[in-house]
């Protein structure tokens, strides 16, 4: 095979687009040589060859020559040489292609020299006297060692006679960017101040980025804000860098401003910009922003990275959304991003969150599959999940796999999940043990904890139990919190009669208000119910908005234990009124519908009592009813219930011979036509019958 052989005319260096380009590429390789005719074989070529050899030994044939600028000359003659023959590799060797790679292994043996005078010297001497400025400037854009490349910038300002000064500091500021040497580059900054240097966009910019790269972005709005005072205005590329700086400082307002800009100008902004944004409104609370963002980045043809898919992840999470949250899980398997540990670590808190047992199981087992570590906080977001859900064998192995791990320890939220899992299921014995367990390993019972027991004690039917531990509570000194008198009023509404007397004492003595309204309930003589509305009125409105359904609930359960309807509907009544309960009841031109899928049993047949009643009214008043009426209890099963809600709910709607049927294509729903509903109310209305069993 031959070769045309021509040499590639030397075009002059351009600072505005090869310089201040992010990064200088080496030369394509072209398939066919050329190089000039009148080659020069002068001495001062061989004179310069034979200096090479002997200060660089070690060399190898293909690197003893670094061709200077003047011996590659343009000309539009060209002449064909055998490329087998000696002359063609002399002249190969003299090609500015050569001569590019040969000042990039330079580079590379300045990045691994010590960072001395000396030793920089010994591997930049080679050039000679002939170096030019772009030699220097490919050789240091080349560099990724901030210790040798303020040696090396000073070797070169030494030897060359610059026409822009500024060029080489702003080559050396890039290398300590690679680095995320801020320091350093600080310091060039202030040293091209003394010299008189006149820094331009690219040094800000590089400043800016390097800052932002070594995550202190309170350091590059300071360098931003620097720009105008040097007469320099931030381009395009700047600007979309300071939307991710601004929003990680906590400005939001000038971040959403800048991203305004951006759009209505058409910035080029990255993924980490998108991601920072994600993040503004994830906090925020706009979780339909992080979505709309998402989509805006697609549609603009930027692809999300693995930091874009987290933030995404991490803000379903918030938002109780995990079906979303699997959703762009989906998508970033499709794209090809690998998931990295927090990926992990945010989809284990979504699913947590939203009590998807399954879906966190499994997110655990792939994470053990792919080696990464668990934190302590993490393990104990599986163990509440587990806890929520009465995953008691997923929660062992959860526990077992903690234990073993050189990281990772139980800690005292650990064992109250351990306590909770087992208080859930009424196993005392098992709740004991953990207790024990935590109490030698030095952690003293939390009100967590005792509210656990409690609730333990009361599943089991121990109310002794439930008494000494309210007494150890106030003993110890710890002040019993809402969500403990919360679950002592729940061990109430599963406690025989008999015991409700030294139950509701208990409660007097943590919460005088509640063990007094719980009194007017189970004490036959106080029937008020003026007196009950406005106590229990006043109590729901004083208590956080988190337990003010579950105080409600078991306020009507006990109406319902009791067999005090009447009591129970005021207190429904009361929830409707202080909006505890919303839309339990609605209305369509097609169907008239009851949902009490997030009340308790109790509260759900008293519900159920208030419609069929408004039903009876209706039909009496001469309404038109719907084709279809249903009832939705929802398809879950509370946690720790053989039956759920659905269940319990089936029996009852049977011993009243109510003509509602579990819809087998609506997951949850009982359903029945206008036509037998009217014939159903009308026997009940003759018969007179009670509603309740």
């Given at each position: 095979m031959a070769y045309n052989l021509s040499a590639p005319p030397s075009s002059s260096l351009s600072y505005e687009t090869s310089l201040f380009c992010s990064s200088l590429s080496p030369p394509r390789t072209p398939k066919y040589?050329?190089?000039?005719?009148?080659?020069?074989?002068?001495?001062?070529?061989?004179?310069?060859?034979?200096?090479?050899?002997?200060?660089?030994?070690?060399?190898?044939?293909?690197?003893?020559?670094?061709?200077?600028?003047?011996?590659?000359?343009?000309?539009?003659?060209?002449?064909?040489?055998?490329?087998?023959?000696?002359?063609?590799?002399?002249?190969?060797?003299?090609?500015?292609?050569?001569?590019?790679?040969?000042?990039?292994?330079?580079?590379?043996?300045?990045?691994?020299?010590?960072?001395?005078e000396d030793a920089i010297s010994g591997v930049l001497d080679i050039l000679g006297d002939?170096?030019?400025?772009?030699?220097?400037?490919?050789?240091?854009?080349?560099?990724?060692?901030?210790?040798?490349?303020?040696?090396?910038?000073?070797?070169?300002?030494?030897r060359l006679k610059m026409s822009r000064e500024v060029v080489l500091y702003n080559v050396t500021l890039k290398v300590f960017r690679k680095c995320k040497d801020l320091e350093r580059a600080e310091n060039l900054f202030n040293l091209m101040l003394e010299k008189g240097v006149k820094p331009d966009n690219f040094t800000f910019s590089t400043i800016i980025s390097c800052a932002r790269l070594a995550s202190f972005p309170e350091k590059a709005v300071e360098w931003y804000e620097k720009m105008p005072s040097f007469g320099c205005e931030p381009d395009p590329v700047t600007c979309s860098v300071?939307?991710?700086?601004?929003?990680?400082?906590?400005?939001?307002?000038?971040?959403?401003?800048?991203?305004?800009?951006?759009?209505?100008?058409?910035?080029?902004?990255?993924?980490?910009?998108?991601?920072?944004?994600?993040?503004?409104?994830?906090?925020?609370?706009?979780?339909?922003?992080?979505?709309?963002l998402y989509e805006e980045m697609k549609a603009l043809g930027v692809r999300p990275n693995a930091s874009v898919?987290?933030?995404?992840?991490?803000?379903?999470?918030?938002?109780?959304?995990?079906?979303?949250?699997?959703?762009?899980?989906?998508?970033?398997?499709?794209?090809?991003?690998?998931?990295?540990?927090?990926?992990?670590?945010?989809?284990?808190?979504?699913?947590?969150?939203?009590?998807y047992g399954i879906d966190a199981i499994a997110v655990y087992r792939e994470m053990k599959e792919k080696g990464f570590e668990l934190t302590v906080l993490l393990y104990n977001t599986l163990l509440s999940t587990c806890a929520d859900v009465g995953f008691t064998d997923e929660a062992t192995e959860i526990i077992q796999d903690m234990k073993s791990s050189e990281t990772c320890k139980p800690d005292s939220w650990t064992y109250a999940s351990l306590i909770t899992i087992n208080s859930c299921g009424g196993k005392v014995e098992e709740a004991e043990a953990v207790l024990k367990e935590?109490?030698?390993?030095?952690?003293?019972?939390?009100?967590?904890?005792?509210?656990?027991?409690?609730?333990?004690?009361?599943?089991?039917?121990?109310?002794?139990?439930?008494?000494?531990?309210?007494?150890?509570?106030?003993?110890?000194?710890?002040?019993p919190d809402e969500r403990f008198c919360g679950s002592l009023l729940s061990v109430i509404t599963q406690a025989p009669k008999e015991e409700l007397g030294k139950l509701t004492?208990?409660?007097?003595?943590?919460?005088?208000?509640?063990?007094?309204?719980?009194?007017?309930?189970?004490?036959?003589?106080?029937?008020?119910?003026?007196?009950?509305?406005?106590?229990?009125?006043?109590?729901?409105?004083?208590?956080?908005?988190?337990?003010?359904?579950?105080?409600?609930?078991?306020l009507i359960d006990i109406?319902?234990?009791?067999?005090?309807?009447?009591?129970?509907?005021?207190?429904?009544?009361?929830?409707?009124?202080?909006?505890?309960?919303?839309?339990?009841?609605?209305?369509?031109?097609?169907?008239?519908?009851?949902?009490?899928?997030?009340?308790?049993?109790?509260?759900?047949?008293?519900?159920?009592?208030?419609?069929?009643?408004?039903?009876?009214?209706?039909?009496?008043?001469?309404?038109?009813l719907p084709e279809l009426l249903g009832i939705n209890t929802g398809h879950g099963k509370h946690k720790f219930s053989e039956r759920?809600?659905?269940g319990n709910f089936e029996s009852h709607l049977k011993e009243l011979n109510a003509p509602f049927h579990d819809a087998p294509d609506k997951l949850g729903w009982f359903l029945t036509t206008k036509v037998a509903a009217i014939a159903w109310l009308e026997s009940r209305q003759s018969q007179e019958a009670p509603l309740l069993a």
């Open positions: 040589l050329f190089f000039p005719l009148k080659l020069h074989r002068s001495k001062p070529s061989f004179h310069i060859s034979a200096k090479i050899s002997l200060q660089e030994p070690a060399l190898n044939q293909d690197s003893k020559i670094i061709p200077d600028e003047t011996t590659i000359s343009p000309s539009k003659s060209s002449i064909w040489v055998n490329p087998n023959s000696p002359g063609a590799l002399k002249l190969r060797q003299k090609s500015y292609d050569y001569r590019y790679a040969s000042l990039v292994k330079m580079a590379e043996s300045l990045n691994s020299c010590a960072a001395l002939k170096m030019a400025e772009k030699d220097a400037v490919i050789i240091l854009n080349n560099m990724s060692n901030s210790e040798t490349a303020s040696l090396v910038l000073n070797y070169f300002l030494k300071m939307v991710d700086v601004y929003g990680r400082v906590g400005n939001v307002e000038v971040a959403l401003s800048l991203y305004d800009r951006a759009r209505s100008e058409k910035w080029r902004l990255d993924p980490v910009t998108f991601a920072t944004l994600i993040r503004i409104y994830r906090t925020a609370g706009n979780f339909d922003g992080c979505l709309n898919y987290n933030s995404l992840l991490d803000a379903m999470g918030r938002a109780k959304r995990p079906w979303q949250a699997k959703n762009i899980y989906r998508d970033m398997v499709k794209t090809g991003i690998e998931p990295t540990w927090s990926t992990y670590a945010a989809l284990i808190r979504a699913y947590g969150r939203a009590r935590m109490s030698d390993a030095g952690f003293e019972p939390n009100i967590f904890v005792l509210t656990s027991l409690i609730q333990c004690y009361g599943k089991a039917g121990r109310m002794d139990d439930v008494v000494r531990t309210v007494d150890q509570v106030l003993e110890s000194g710890i002040a004492g208990c409660i007097e003595k943590v919460n005088p208000k509640l063990g007094y309204i719980v009194k007017l309930l189970v004490e036959e003589n106080m029937m008020e119910g003026e007196i009950l509305r406005k106590e229990a009125g006043e109590l729901l409105e004083s208590i956080g908005a988190d337990v003010k359904k579950a105080y409600c609930n078991c109406c319902v234990n009791l067999n005090q309807m009447e009591r129970g509907c005021e207190l429904l009544d009361l929830g409707l009124a202080l909006e505890i309960y919303t839309d339990i009841m609605s209305r369509t031109p097609t169907q008239w519908s009851l949902h009490v899928k997030s009340l308790s049993l109790g509260a759900a047949l008293t519900a159920l009592h208030v419609w069929m009643n408004d039903l009876s009214k209706a039909l009496e008043n001469g309404e038109e759920g809600l659905a």
